[in-house]
């Protein structure tokens, strides 16, 4: 019985699968990784003070754009400060401070259940057109009186914006006010995707401008597949641009750096093609058109002066 070895098209096919099988796994784990910080929860002051307030805030949306940043926030007593023993209720008038220009203060009433409130703060710095590095900065602090009087305030931070992706990068108290200062980036699966589609934009781009190039240089004439193919692409990768995370605005570095470029080669290829081929099919009608003699013409004309010759 022979011996079965495994040849070189074998060995090809188990490199591949083996490829294949690692780029899964790093996927896999890359997911896991992002999952397991975007669910971790950054807590600051004492949530076990007899009389103080918890205040529960997650990341909604980031808008870059508006340059806003919304958190949903829940104020709930703790202690004494609750209604016989209601965490939802307060047994006194509240009063939460907060760090949004735009909306200052949350004013909860005693013996009324309380609710989640949006709150939306300002953004500093960075710019949306430097999609996807642009970057943010802001401040989110509490402080909390209860009756009128000031009480400790402990404040949790979660994110649930899948485009973004907040970093502490200091935690304060000070005169009982609690707060977060934190940068806001693009998530990690943003800034690949972001990437993956510059890659493909230039690659596609570049394919058009050799598919291009051969044409023209062979004078092929009008190949009318590979011209449908090169405007198919040019419509094509306005709609894979508009499907970017984020929804970056026109004008952004994404489009300065592949987008743009992309769209002015394959459009430029497709115009040359064109003229190209209609010229080489012109030149090609010209060349096998018959030719037209002009003996029958000439005789004609002799025999009709003979004859005339012989009538006079």
Same mark, same amino acid.
């Given at each position: 019985?022979? +011996?079965?070895?495994?040849?070189?098209?074998?060995?090809?096919?188990?490199?591949?699968?083996?490829?294949?099988?690692?780029?899964?796994?790093?996927?896999?784990?890359?997911?896991?990784?992002?999952?397991?910080?975007?669910?971790?929860?950054?807590?600051?002051?004492?949530?076990?003070?007899?009389n103080g307030?918890?205040?529960?805030?997650s990341?909604?949306?980031?808008?870059?754009?508006?340059?806003?940043?919304?958190?949903?926030?829940?104020?709930?007593?703790?202690?004494?400060?609750?209604?016989?023993?209601?965490?939802?209720?307060?047994?006194?008038?509240?009063?939460?401070?907060?760090?949004?220009?735009?909306?200052?203060?949350?004013?909860?009433?005693?013996?009324?259940?309380?609710?989640?409130?949006?709150?939306?703060?300002?953004?500093?710095?960075?710019?949306?057109?430097?999609?996807?590095?642009? +970057?943010?900065?802001?401040?989110?602090?509490?402080?909390?009186?209860?009756?009128?009087?000031?009480?400790?305030?402990?404040?949790?931070?979660?994110?649930?914006?899948?485009?973004?992706?907040?970093?502490?990068?200091?935690?304060?108290?000070?005169?009982?006010?609690?707060?977060?200062?934190? +940068?806001?980036?693009?998530?990690?699966?943003?800034f690949?995707?972001?990437?993956?589609?510059?890659?493909?934009?230039?690659?596609?781009?570049?394919?058009?401008l050799?598919?291009?190039?051969?044409?023209?240089?062979?004078?092929?004439?009008?190949?009318?597949?590979?011209?449908?193919?090169?405007?198919?692409?040019?419509?094509?990768?306005?709609?894979?641009?508009?499907?970017?995370?984020?929804?970056?605005?026109?004008?952004?570095?994404?489009?300065?750096?592949?987008?743009?470029?992309?769209?002015?080669?394959?459009?430029?290829?497709?115009?040359?093609?064109?003229?190209?081929?209609?010229?080489?099919?012109t030149?090609?009608r010209?060349?096998?058109?018959?030719?037209?003699?002009p003996?029958?013409?000439?005789?004609s004309?002799?025999?009709?002066?003979?004859?005339?010759?012989?009538?006079?």
């Amino acid at each position: 019985m022979a +011996r079965f070895r495994p040849g070189k098209y074998f060995l090809r096919h188990l490199i591949s699968l083996l490829v294949i099988l690692l780029a899964a796994v790093v996927g896999v784990l890359l997911y896991f990784n992002e999952r397991d910080v975007r669910q971790q929860e950054h807590t600051l002051g004492d949530r076990r003070a007899t009389n103080g307030v918890y205040v529960d805030t997650s990341v909604q949306k980031v808008d870059p754009v508006a340059r806003e940043l919304t958190l949903r926030v829940l104020v709930l007593p703790q202690g004494t400060l609750r209604e016989q023993g209601d965490p939802y209720t307060p047994a006194v008038d509240l009063r939460v401070e907060t760090s949004s220009l735009i909306r200052g203060s949350l004013d909860f009433k005693a013996g009324r259940q309380v609710s989640y409130q949006d709150v939306k703060v300002s953004l500093d710095g960075g710019s949306v057109s430097d999609y996807p590095f642009d +970057r943010y900065s802001t401040s989110i602090g509490f402080a909390a009186e209860a009756a009128g009087k000031e009480v400790p305030v402990a404040v949790s931070l979660r994110d649930v914006d899948a485009f973004f992706k907040p970093t502490i990068v200091s935690r304060s108290q000070d005169h009982g006010f609690v707060s977060f200062e934190i +940068r806001v980036g693009r998530s990690r699966a943003t800034f690949i995707w972001a990437w993956f589609m510059m890659f493909i934009m230039w690659g596609l781009a570049l394919a058009v401008l050799g598919a291009g190039w051969v044409i023209i240089d062979q004078r092929r004439g009008l190949v009318w597949p590979a011209m449908a193919w090169m405007a198919a692409t040019l419509f094509a990768l306005a709609g894979f641009r508009n499907a970017a995370p984020g929804s970056p605005p026109v004008g952004c570095l994404l489009d300065y750096a592949a987008f743009l470029w992309a769209e002015a080669i394959i459009s430029a290829c497709l115009v040359a093609v064109a003229v190209t081929g209609i010229i080489s099919e012109t030149h090609r009608r010209t060349d096998e058109a018959p030719e037209v003699h002009p003996d029958h013409h000439t005789d004609s004309h002799g025999a009709g002066d003979a004859g005339d010759g012989g009538g006079h």
